[in-house]
């Protein structure tokens, strides 16, 4: 998995590129937790995510809980495969999905 | 045995008895006889003599003149001598009359008074004075002793002996005494003395004869009881020589002999007495018997030592007998041996078979699919025989087999079964092995050869043709030699015929091999039948030529019959199964097999990306929990057709049916969701079925997903 990061100001882009799954989840808890203090606006680019599993399921989840306290997270350019995990899961209702 | 020690024995004792009681009886009865003869000629002659000299010449001349003028004169008158034969009683009688006065003589009283006693003090018959008359050839009659009744009157005459006649013609009167036997008079020892004158000249003859009929009784009875007393001693001892010799001899052979014929039978009666009938013998005899025991005693324990040996020997022999059958036997099923082996495969036929020799050997052959699309045949021919052989040709077996998998260069499998056989071989064995892999959708045959007999290609409407190729080194020859793979195109219809070096080395009882050339040839007549039907021909032409003559090599061959291209949509369905540690480092492993297998069947991408994330989330969890805090592995097997696909997850960790889990809350907010189990409900929500099951200590999980787009 390859992760993208860009930062403009307080807000943070990350796009995803491959699967996040058990194995890629912590590199990308790992770029959160060092990346994430400060940031007003996190923006989740999915668009060359090919799917995710639990393990992403629970960094998105924690990323959500840090964000919810200080400003806002959104995921953009969801695929169908991810959606539905999403509405499997119940994470549409938590995450901001545009 | 004509006839046993004991009839022998006594026949021989027998014979030398008798044949002794004979000679004696005869010798003693002979010698007996001879000196009784002499003993009594000499008393007649002795007798004879002194009448000779006692009795008065005077008067015996004087009786003689009167005789001899009154036989003359009735001769004269008779006008010869008178046919005494042809005298009656009467005549004779007159004949008498004429001499009657001459008993009357004084003189002729007084001899016969001195006859008369001397007869009676030497006891003989008769004694009689006699005048050999030469010229009328009769013996006269002077004066006769003999016993009253018997005696002869003067002039009474008898016919000269022959044989006499001539010596007293020369003067000569001393007749040797000799031994008569008349019915009349019995035995009778006679002998006769010349009476003569001062002058010297005969005027009469003194006879004498002695009765031996007594002594002649005596000579028989002396004869019976000698026989007699010689048998009874010959019965003696030829029973006391048999009693000795069945004491000393045939009672210790004969028991011997028992002794000895009962040895196995006793050995087998008294195994636990350890008392055998030659053990409990007692012979004491002081002689060769003796020694004879000791050495049959001797013998007896030297030979239970020797049998306890063999036994222990033979029972080792047996046992490794049977070890090497049993190794036999293994090695034989270990090779696939159950035709039609791939009865649901029509792309292809395929038959095998190895002819053992006495000895388990190291030929081996071996075909097996590598994969749903790949058939590999080995053909091997390990140096040498026996064990070490068998062994080793379990290695190179597994070995190769184990090295060749999916696209793998058959030259890799070579060069590496090659390091690793050269590893463990200390006894310097070496294998020559070929082995190739056909694509049984394309016809293409891979192969690589170390130093193997190199196969037949039988080519549609060409017949069977040795196919050159180049051979590497054999195997376990030498460390890191490279070997290299060879490739050519089989058509359908297409045969291969491997062999090892057992078929073209058979040997007839003339020597001969039966080579290559038969064995062209006897392929080409059977180009047209099934595998089957070609081995079974090979197999029976070798054994027309070789006959009676026995088989020194294991006679193994493989013939490989492309019959079709596999069907396009065959290749899609598959089963693949991997095993790996379980850590999640292994989980891109085991999505990657999984999505070629799900490609390769035409997975839609959605279906695949779930099954991927099931994948992920069931190997991660063996890899975070099952085995906490050890290690240990998972095994995935997925099995794919275009319709549908089955995974089955299988760890030894502890046991964990997460179907039991209870679903998350999805409608709580970030703050209040649990992470845990979200993966499992995923898995539960896109797959189609899941099931779990715990068996034989293993967690296995299934999860079914249709796949159709």
Same mark, same amino acid.
């Given at each position: 998995?390859?992760?993208?990061?860009?930062?403009?100001?307080?807000?943070?882009?990350?796009?995803?590129?491959?699967?996040?799954?058990?194995?890629?989840?912590?590199?990308?808890?790992?770029?959160?937790?060092?990346?994430?203090?400060?940031?007003?606006?996190?923006?989740?680019?999915?668009?060359?995510?090919?799917?995710?599993?639990?393990?992403?399921?629970?960094?998105?989840?924690?990323?959500?809980?840090?964000?919810?306290?200080?400003?806002?997270?959104?995921?953009?350019?969801?695929?169908?495969?991810?959606?539905?995990?999403?509405?499997?899961?119940?994470?549409?209702?938590?995450?901001?999905?545009? | 045995?004509?006839?046993?020690?004991?009839?022998?024995?006594?026949?021989?004792?027998?014979?030398?008895?008798?044949?002794?009681?004979?000679?004696?009886?005869?010798?003693?009865?002979?010698?007996?006889?001879?000196?009784?003869?002499?003993?009594?000629?000499?008393?007649?002659?002795?007798?004879?003599?002194?009448?000779?000299?006692?009795?008065?010449?005077?008067?015996?001349?004087?009786?003689?003149?009167?005789?001899?003028?009154?036989?003359?004169?009735?001769?004269?008158?008779?006008?010869?001598?008178?046919?005494?034969?042809?005298?009656?009683?009467?005549?004779?009688?007159?004949?008498?009359?004429?001499?009657?006065?001459?008993?009357?003589?004084?003189?002729?009283?007084?001899?016969?008074?001195?006859?008369?006693?001397?007869?009676?003090?030497?006891?003989?018959?008769?004694?009689?004075?006699?005048?050999?008359?030469?010229?009328?050839?009769?013996?006269?009659?002077?004066?006769?002793?003999?016993?009253?009744?018997?005696?002869?009157?003067?002039?009474?005459?008898?016919?000269?002996?022959?044989?006499?006649?001539?010596?007293?013609?020369?003067?000569?009167?001393?007749?040797?005494?000799?031994?008569?036997?008349?019915?009349?008079?019995?035995?009778?020892?006679?002998?006769?003395?010349?009476?003569?004158?001062?002058?010297?000249?005969?005027?009469?003859?003194?006879?004498?004869?002695?009765?031996?009929?007594?002594?002649?009784?005596?000579?028989?009875?002396?004869?019976?009881?000698?026989?007699?007393?010689?048998?009874?001693?010959?019965?003696?001892?030829?029973?006391?020589? %048999?009693?000795?010799?069945?004491?000393?001899?045939?009672?210790?052979?004969?028991?011997?002999?028992?002794?000895?014929?009962?040895?196995?039978?006793?050995?087998?009666?008294?195994?636990?007495?350890?008392?055998?009938?030659?053990?409990?013998?007692?012979?004491?005899?002081?002689?060769?018997?003796?020694?004879?025991?000791?050495?049959?005693?001797?013998?007896?324990?030297?030979?239970?030592?020797?049998?306890?040996?063999?036994?222990?020997?033979?029972?080792?022999?047996?046992?490794?007998?049977?070890?090497?059958?049993?190794?036999?036997?293994?090695?034989?099923?270990?090779?696939?041996?159950? %035709?039609?082996?791939?009865?649901?495969?029509?792309?292809?036929?395929?038959?095998?078979?190895?002819?053992?020799?006495?000895?388990?050997?190291?030929? %081996?052959? $071996?075909?097996?699919?590598?994969?749903?699309?790949?058939?590999?045949?080995?053909?091997?021919?390990?140096?040498?025989?026996?064990?070490?052989?068998?062994? %080793?040709?379990?290695?190179?077996?597994?070995?190769?087999?184990?090295?060749?998998?999916? $696209?793998?260069?058959?030259?890799?499998?070579?060069?590496?079964?090659?390091?690793?056989?050269?590893?463990?071989?200390?006894?310097?064995?070496?294998?020559?092995?070929?082995?190739?892999?056909?694509?049984?959708?394309?016809?293409?045959?891979?192969?690589?050869?170390?130093?193997?007999?190199?196969?037949?290609?039988?080519?549609?409407?060409?017949?069977?043709?040795?196919?050159?190729?180049?051979?590497?080194?054999?195997?376990?020859?030498?460390?890191?030699?490279?070997?290299?793979?060879?490739?050519?195109?089989?058509?359908?219809?297409?045969?291969?015929?491997?062999?090892?070096?057992?078929?073209?080395?058979?040997?007839?009882?003339?020597?001969?091999?039966?080579?290559?050339?038969?064995?062209?040839?006897?392929?080409?007549?059977?180009?047209?039948?099934?595998?089957?039907?070609?081995?079974?021909?090979?197999?029976?032409?070798?054994?027309?030529?070789?006959?009676?003559?026995?088989?020194?090599?294991?006679?193994?061959?493989?013939?490989?019959?492309?019959?079709?291209?596999?069907?396009?949509?065959?290749?899609?369905?598959?089963?693949?199964?991997?095993?790996?540690?379980?850590?999640?480092?292994?989980?891109?492993?085991?999505?990657?097999?999984?999505?070629?297998?799900?490609?390769?069947?035409?997975?839609?991408?959605?279906?695949?990306?779930?099954?991927?994330?099931?994948?992920?989330?069931?190997?991660?969890?063996?890899?975070?929990?099952?085995?906490?805090?050890?290690?240990?592995?998972?095994?995935?097997?997925?099995?794919?057709?275009?319709?549908?696909?089955?995974?089955?997850?299988?760890?030894?960790?502890?046991?964990?049916?997460?179907?039991?889990?209870?679903?998350? $809350?999805?409608?709580?907010?970030?703050?209040?969701?649990?992470?845990?189990?979200?993966?499992?409900?995923?898995?539960?929500?896109?797959? $189609?079925?899941?099931?779990?099951?715990?068996?034989?200590?293993?967690?296995?999980?299934?999860?079914?997903?249709?796949?159709?787009?």
């Amino acid at each position: 998995m390859n992760i993208q990061k860009e930062l403009n100001g307080t807000n943070l882009t990350i796009n995803l590129e491959g699967r996040l799954d058990t194995t890629t989840a912590p590199q990308l808890e790992a770029e959160l937790k060092s990346d994430i203090s400060g940031i007003e606006k996190l923006i989740f680019d999915f668009a060359d995510l090919e799917y995710l599993s639990s393990a992403g399921l629970r960094v998105l989840l924690a990323a959500q809980k840090v964000m919810n306290k200080q400003g806002s997270m959104v995921i953009k350019n969801v695929n169908s495969t991810i959606m539905d995990i999403f509405e499997v899961t119940g994470f549409s209702g938590i995450l901001t999905i545009e | 045995m004509k006839m046993s020690l004991r009839t022998k024995a006594i026949f021989v004792i027998l014979v030398f008895t008798l044949v002794l009681s004979v000679s004696t009886v005869l010798v003693s009865y002979n010698t007996y006889t001879k000196s009784f003869n002499e003993h009594y000629e000499t008393l007649a002659a002795s007798v004879a003599k002194s009448t000779a000299s006692v009795v008065d010449v005077e008067q015996v001349k004087k009786v003689k003149a009167e005789v001899l003028g009154v036989y003359s004169q009735i001769c004269e008158e008779n006008g010869g001598v008178p046919d005494y034969e042809a005298f009656s009683d009467d005549d004779w009688e007159n004949y008498y009359e004429q001499f009657e006065y001459i008993t009357q003589m004084p003189e002729y009283k007084s001899l016969l008074e001195v006859l008369s006693k001397l007869r009676e003090d030497n006891n003989v018959v008769s004694l009689y004075l006699g005048y050999s008359d030469l010229d009328t050839m009769k013996d006269l009659y002077l004066v006769d002793a003999s016993a009253e009744g018997e005696s002869c009157y003067p002039g009474d005459c008898d016919d000269m002996k022959e044989e006499h006649i001539a010596q007293m013609k020369q003067g000569n009167y001393e007749f040797p005494a000799f031994i008569t036997n008349y019915e009349e008079y019995g035995w009778l020892c006679s002998a006769s003395a010349p009476v003569m004158d001062k002058d010297g000249s005969v005027i009469g003859v003194a006879l004498v004869d002695i009765s031996m009929n007594e002594i002649m009784a005596d000579r028989r009875s002396f004869l019976y009881t000698l026989a007699a007393i010689t048998i009874i001693i010959s019965l003696i001892t030829v029973l006391l020589v %048999f009693f000795l010799m069945n004491r000393a001899m045939l009672k210790p052979i004969n028991k011997l002999s028992k002794a000895a014929s009962l040895f196995v039978s006793s050995k087998k009666d008294n195994t636990e007495t350890g008392e055998s009938e030659i053990s409990r013998l007692y012979i004491k005899t002081g002689e060769e018997l003796e020694k004879l025991s000791g050495s049959i005693k001797q013998m007896e324990k030297d030979l239970n030592t020797y049998i306890g040996e063999l036994t222990s020997i033979t029972a080792e022999k047996e046992r490794i007998g049977a070890e090497l059958d049993v190794a036999k036997h293994i090695q034989s099923s270990m090779l696939p041996c159950i %035709f039609p082996a791939f009865p649901d495969r029509m792309e292809f036929d395929i038959y095998a078979s190895m002819t053992t020799a006495k000895e388990v050997g190291g030929d %081996f052959y $071996d075909f097996f699919m590598v994969d749903e699309r790949h058939l590999a045949i080995v053909m091997a021919d390990v140096s040498g025989k026996g064990v070490p052989a068998a062994l %080793f040709m379990v290695i190179a077996k597994t070995l190769i087999k184990d090295h060749t998998q999916e $696209d793998r260069d058959l030259g890799k499998v070579f060069t590496e079964v090659n390091n690793l056989l050269c590893e463990s071989n200390s006894e310097g064995l070496f294998v020559t092995a070929f082995e190739g892999v056909l694509d049984l959708a394309t016809g293409e045959f891979n192969f690589v050869n170390a130093g193997h007999e190199i196969p037949y290609i039988c080519k549609k409407n060409e017949g069977f043709k040795p196919y050159k190729i180049k051979a590497g080194f054999v195997l376990a020859g030498m460390e890191d030699m490279k070997y290299k793979a060879g490739c050519l195109t089989l058509e359908e219809g297409d045969k291969i015929f491997q062999y090892t070096d057992g078929v073209t080395e058979a040997t007839n009882a003339a020597n001969e091999l039966y080579g290559s050339e038969r064995l062209n040839n006897i392929l080409n007549l059977n180009t047209d039948k099934t595998p089957f039907e070609i081995l079974q021909a090979v197999k029976g032409d070798i054994d027309r030529f070789v006959g009676e003559a026995d088989q020194f090599d294991d006679i193994t061959m493989l013939c490989l019959e492309f019959k079709s291209k596999m069907a396009a949509d065959e290749l899609k369905s598959g089963c693949v199964e991997i095993t790996v540690d379980a850590v999640t480092e292994n989980i891109s492993a085991v999505t990657e097999l999984v999505n070629n297998i799900l490609e390769e069947n035409g997975c839609g991408i959605k279906a695949k990306t779930q099954i991927d994330i099931a994948v992920d989330e069931i190997v991660g969890n063996i890899a975070n929990y099952a085995y906490v805090p050890d290690a240990g592995k998972v095994t995935v097997r997925a099995d794919v057709d275009e319709k549908c696909a089955v995974l089955t997850f299988i760890d030894n960790g502890i046991p964990y049916n997460p179907i039991e889990n209870l679903d998350p $809350d999805t409608t709580l907010s970030a703050e209040e969701r649990q992470i845990g189990g979200l993966g499992i409900f995923m898995v539960k929500k896109t797959m $189609d079925e899941v099931s779990y099951e715990y068996r034989d200590g293993q967690n296995i999980f299934t999860i079914k997903k249709n796949i159709i787009c």
